[in-house]
């Protein structure tokens, strides 16, 4: 059985139980705040993205295939004559195209906003990556800025190293996002 999470006074989740086996309490904690956070997101969701979702979710499964088999069968047999005892009500299968394309507006609608949704959470996740990794640059800066001046008290060299130089240079975010749009929109960098 996975750990449990419990929420603290800020609504963040804390772990409950100790760490899997294989897991440090740090990855079980940012595994159980990610579910903790899926699931709250879920229950935030409006009847109608649930309900597309839900949709989405049934017409891409194999009952959906299974079901669409049967009935689409059955209508085309009865309708080419091959089931005799019912009378053949669309020979020309008209209303079988035509409800077969207004089954696949609607189901094309549905999936469409199951896809904005997922998308908005894709934006979500990626804001959240991009910031954990300016944090990340910001500290890693600030760990090598302090490494030197330890090494600078134990007497250690570091003034040839020109790599070193750059890695104390704090990242400008705006910087390179403009870099980024600057060469994607030019398809070439500089």
Do not use: C
Not at 22 to 47: F, Q, T
Not at 114 to 130: I, P
Not at 154 to 179: C, I, M, Q, S, Y
Request: hydrophobic share 45%; charged share 25%.
């Amino acid at each position: 059985m996975g750990p449990t999470a419990a929420p603290d006074s800020k609504g963040y989740v804390t772990p409950t139980t100790p760490a899997a086996e294989g897991l440090s309490p740090a990855l079980a904690r940012n595994i159980e705040a990610l579910v903790a956070r899926r699931k709250r997101d879920a229950e935030a969701a409006s009847l109608e993205q649930r309900m597309a979702a839900a949709i989405s979710s049934f017409a891409g499964s194999m009952m959906f295939v299974y079901i669409h088999l049967l009935i689409f069968g059955a209508w085309i047999a009865l309708n080419l004559g091959v089931i005799t005892f019912i009378k053949p009500f669309d020979p020309s299968l008209v209303i079988l195209a035509m409800f077969a394309s207004v089954e696949a507006i609607f189901l094309s609608t549905f999936v469409l906003i199951n896809q904005n949704r997922m998308a908005a959470e894709d934006d979500a996740r990626a804001d959240l990556d991009l910031q954990v990794s300016l944090l990340n640059e910001h500290e890693t800066t600030k760990l090598i800025k302090l490494v030197e001046e330890i090494a600078k008290r134990l007497d250690v060299d570091t003034k040839g190293d020109e790599e070193l130089k750059e890695l104390k240079r704090d990242v400008a975010p705006e910087a390179v996002l403009d870099k980024i749009e600057e060469v994607g929109e030019r398809g070439t960098p500089s």
